[in-house]
Structure formats: C-alpha cells, structure tokens
C-alpha cells in the first residue's frame, strides 16, 4: 500500500503542477488580450489624431490612412511650391524679400491661400479680404497671426455655383496687387 500511496502523491503532484501551468497559460492568454485591447486602443488614438491633424472626415481606418497620404502630398507640393517662390524671390531686391511670401493653390473644391511675412503687416488683412470679397469667394475657415510676424491661411471657395474654376493665378495677382496697394498706403502714412 504504501507503493500505491507514494504513487497517488506524484499523480497528485503531477496533476497540481498541471493545474499550475494550465492557470499560468490562462493569466498570459488574459495579459495578451489586454495588451491587444490596449494596442488597438492606442492604433484608434493615434488614428484619430491622424484624422484631426488632416481634417479628414472618413470614419474608417484605411479611409483616413488615405486622406494622411494625400494631405502629405499636399504639403510636398506646398513645399516645392514655397522652394519655387523663394527661388524666384533671391533675384529680386531686398525690400522686394521683406514682402509676404504668397501661395494660392487649387483644392477640390476651392482655393488655399497662404500668405507669410517674417515682419508684422498692420492693415494687410483687410487688404486680402477685399480682394476676396471682389473676386465673390466665400472664406469658409482661416487662421491668422500677426504676433511679430503675419501669416494667413484661408480655405475659399465661389460664391457661385456655375462649375467654373477659380483661376490660382488671377487670385495669387490680385492678392499680390493688393500687398502693392497695402505697402504704398503704409509707406504714405510712415512719412
């Protein structure tokens, strides 16, 4: 009996050491689903963010990788577009340099037009919102700084809705007609 005994004891043993592993493979297979819940948690995060950072609107998650990719396009192109006018913009006179930099580029439905300065440009806005209201587009978002330097962003699109384009070039000439207009008034009041 006590052969049989000693045996039940290892059998036992054997079966808690079982129970052991069994309960251990249960506590990583728990981890594992929290740490999967927690990264999918992350990933909805960041795309969120992504989304936010992109103004995209899909609600699905390849939808806003695709919006990412195109909005990186865009300021690839916004770059070649600023290294061209800063290219052109070395030939010309140094007051010519202290001017703002503009950029009007055609959206699906729209225009973006950025304007920099590195100087402050008191009364430009109003300038730029003139033209604006004379070439009939619509702001629908814009952000402006004027703390030391000015910048300008704004999103337009037509008044109208004849399916005509906006013309980038005629709307970059005109604001850049109107920066002519916005300096020789400043310079008529400096002296």
Same mark, same amino acid.
């Given at each position: 009996?006590?052969?049989?005994?000693?045996?039940?004891? @290892?059998?036992?043993?054997?079966?808690?050491?079982?129970?052991?592993?069994?309960?251990?493979?249960?506590? +990583? !297979?728990? &981890? %594992?689903?929290?740490? @999967?819940?927690?990264? +999918? /948690?992350?990933?909805?995060?960041?795309?969120?963010?992504?989304?936010?950072?992109?103004?995209?609107?899909?609600?699905?998650?390849?939808?806003?990788?695709?919006?990412?990719?195109?909005?990186?396009?865009?300021?690839?192109?916004?770059?070649?577009?600023?290294?061209?006018?800063?290219?052109?913009? !070395?030939?010309?006179?140094?007051? !010519? %340099?202290?001017?703002?930099?503009?950029?009007?580029?055609?959206?699906? +439905?729209?225009?973006?037009?950025? &304007?920099?300065? $590195?100087?402050?440009?008191?009364?430009? &806005?109003?300038?730029?919102?003139?033209?604006? $209201?004379?070439?009939? &587009?619509?702001?629908?978002? /814009? @952000?402006?700084?004027?703390?030391?330097?000015?910048?300008?962003?704004?999103?337009?699109?037509?008044? !109208?809705?004849?399916?005509?384009?906006?013309?980038?070039?005629?709307?970059?000439?005109?604001?850049?007609? /109107?920066?002519?207009?916005?300096?020789?008034?400043?310079?008529?009041?400096?002296?």
């Amino acid at each position: 009996g006590n052969k049989r005994e000693r045996e039940r004891e @290892r059998e036992r043993g054997r079966e808690r050491s079982r129970e052991r592993e069994r309960g251990e493979i249960v506590k +990583k !297979q728990q &981890l %594992n689903m929290v740490s @999967r819940e927690h990264k +999918k /948690a992350t990933l909805h995060e960041k795309l969120q963010l992504l989304r936010s950072i992109t103004n995209s609107h899909a609600n699905n998650d390849s939808s806003i990788i695709r919006d990412a990719s195109k909005y990186i396009q865009e300021l690839k192109h916004k770059v070649q577009i600023l290294n061209q006018d800063i290219a052109s913009g !070395q030939s010309t006179s140094s007051y !010519q %340099n202290s001017w703002p930099m503009v950029t009007v580029e055609a959206l699906e +439905k729209g225009i973006q037009v950025n &304007l920099y300065s $590195e100087r402050s440009c008191p009364g430009l &806005l109003v300038f730029v919102w003139k033209v604006f $209201e004379e070439l009939g &587009l619509n702001v629908l978002e /814009a @952000r402006v700084s004027c703390t030391g330097s000015f910048q300008l962003e704004a999103l337009g699109v037509e008044r !109208q809705e004849n399916g005509e384009t906006i013309d980038v070039q005629m709307v970059k000439q005109a604001i850049l007609h /109107a920066i002519e207009n916005w300096s020789q008034n400043n310079d008529h009041q400096d002296s």
